[in-house]
Structure formats: C-alpha cells, structure tokens
C-alpha cells in the first residue's frame, strides 16, 4: 500500500473509516468522502488524510468532487465504493421512497461515483466495491438492500469487460453481519443490535465481527496480488454461511 493513492467512499465511520486507517498507517495517500462535511472534517483530521464532502445520492456533488479531484491534480491507485445504507422493511412494507432511495445510494451512487472518477484512475488500478452476503443469503427485510447491491455486483461484471483495456480492476468483497453504525443507522434498537450480535456467537468465528475483520481482504484487492482478478467475489462472513 506504500506511496499508492486511494478514495474511500462513506470513510467517516464503519469499516470505511477502519479501512482508511489502516491504509494511512501502511503509507498509503488516502481520501476520504462524506455526506457530512464535520464528519469529514473530523475523520480526516483524526487519520491525517484528505477529505471531501460528497453525497453519493447527488450525481452533482460527485461530479463536483471528480473535478476537485483533478484540479488538485490527484491520480487514484484505489477506489473502494463502501458508501451505503440499509432500510430493513417487509417486502409489503417497503415505501417506494425508502426503495428509491436504497437504489439511489447503493446502486446508482457507486455507479455515477465509478464514472465520474474513472478517468482518473490509473493503469493498473483496482476498485473494490463493498457488497454484502445479503446478495445470495436471503434475510427478513432485506429485499430492496439485497437488490441494491445485487444491481452494482452485475455492473461490476460489464465495467470489467469495458475498463480492461485501461487496466482498470473491479472486484468485491461480501461483509457478512458486521457491528458497525449501520445497524443503529436502520433503526435497530440497542436491545436489538445486541440480539443480532449475539447470535453470531454460533458462526464458525464465534462473535460478531467487526469492521477491522473486513480490511484485510479489501486490502488483498487493493494490491497488485490481485493483478489477475477481475469481478472476484470475497466472502468475509465469519463462517455463517457454512
């Protein structure tokens, strides 16, 4: 990771701010993004990396953020596309607004994101997109988030075929339950989270896992070992769905 350049997408908190962290401190030229511009401020600070501000539910800021990018003359390594949310609802119960916008930030985001920065990113580079188990593990209230990031993994497939020839790389990793905001974020209670968490203690792994049990396979896709692969899928899911 030394003297590479990477953005991180939604790196203020979860596994996008434990995977910048640990980038800084392998001597990668990291970036950071947010829609709250103290929280970025704040994270950035706090790691010593840069920071900009970009919803990824507003193609107009994430065009304005690819044209910051290039006036400060910055050349990206890496891109990890980890900005997204999760409404859990009954199939019967999901609103179409909840729905819109689920699609508007796990799907369309990362997608206007990867266009948008795709001709500042460098021959060979690697982008990695944060999915999730949701896509082939069917959970309670989860259709439209499933969907959502079912929908990027297929665009995924096609870039390969179209960014090939400017070797750029796009792969993924599958997070299984990871205690992070987003749990909180969704509207699960504290007496909730602790249920879910508590019944990872029966995977393989033996507890819940944590944002720092994701890093390490994002970082296998971010380096040149990982020259030779295109739309790989790594499952990091503590041994649920064995």
């Given at each position: 990771?030394?003297?590479?350049?990477?953005?991180?997408?939604?790196?203020?908190?979860?596994?996008?701010?434990?995977?910048?962290?640990?980038?800084?401190?392998?001597?990668?030229?990291?970036?950071?993004?947010?829609?709250?511009?103290?929280?970025?401020?704040?994270?950035?600070?706090?790691?010593?990396?840069?920071?900009?501000?970009?919803?990824?539910?507003?193609?107009?800021?994430?065009?304005?953020?690819?044209?910051?990018?290039?006036?400060?003359?910055?050349?990206?390594?890496?891109?990890?596309?980890?900005?997204?949310?999760?409404?859990?609802?009954?199939?019967?119960?999901?609103?179409?607004?909840?729905?819109?916008?689920?699609?508007?930030?796990?799907?369309?985001?990362?997608?206007?994101?990867?266009?948008?920065?795709?001709?500042?990113?460098?021959?060979?580079?690697?982008?990695?997109?944060?999915?999730?188990?949701?896509?082939?593990?069917?959970?309670?209230?989860?259709?439209?988030?499933?969907?959502?990031?079912?929908?990027?993994?297929?665009?995924?497939?096609?870039?390969?075929?179209?960014?090939?020839?400017?070797?750029?790389?796009?792969?993924?990793?599958?997070?299984?339950?990871?205690?992070?905001?987003?749990?909180?974020?969704?509207?699960?209670?504290a007496e909730q989270q602790a249920e879910l968490f508590g019944s990872m203690n029966g995977t393989v792994l033996g507890r819940v896992m944590t944002p720092d049990d994701q890093i390490g396979a994002i970082e296998f896709l971010l380096s040149d070992r990982s020259l030779a692969m295109r739309?790989?899928?790594?499952?990091?899911?503590?041994?649920?769905?064995?």
């Amino acid at each position: 990771m030394n003297g590479k350049t990477i953005l991180v997408t939604g790196g203020t908190a979860g596994i996008g701010r434990a995977l910048a962290q640990a980038l800084s401190e392998k001597g990668a030229k990291v970036i950071i993004t947010g829609r709250d511009r103290a929280r970025v401020e704040q994270a950035a600070a706090a790691m010593g990396c840069a920071g900009y501000v970009a919803d990824s539910v507003d193609s107009a800021q994430l065009t304005q953020l690819a044209a910051a990018l290039q006036q400060d003359n910055i050349r990206l390594d890496g891109l990890v596309l980890n900005a997204g949310v999760f409404y859990p609802d009954a199939v019967t119960a999901t609103t179409e607004e909840a729905f819109d916008l689920t699609m508007a930030i796990n799907t369309k985001g990362p997608f206007i994101t990867l266009q948008q920065l795709r001709p500042l990113l460098n021959n060979p580079s690697s982008v990695v997109f944060v999915s999730s188990i949701a896509v082939t593990k069917a959970f309670p209230h989860a259709a439209v988030y499933a969907a959502s990031k079912a929908a990027f993994e297929a665009i995924v497939r096609v870039a390969n075929l179209e960014f090939a020839p400017l070797g750029i790389r796009i792969n993924s990793v599958r997070p299984g339950v990871t205690a992070t905001d987003i749990q909180g974020k969704a509207g699960m209670s504290a007496e909730q989270q602790a249920e879910l968490f508590g019944s990872m203690n029966g995977t393989v792994l033996g507890r819940v896992m944590t944002p720092d049990d994701q890093i390490g396979a994002i970082e296998f896709l971010l380096s040149d070992r990982s020259l030779a692969m295109r739309s790989a899928v790594v499952e990091v899911d503590g041994g649920f769905l064995l």
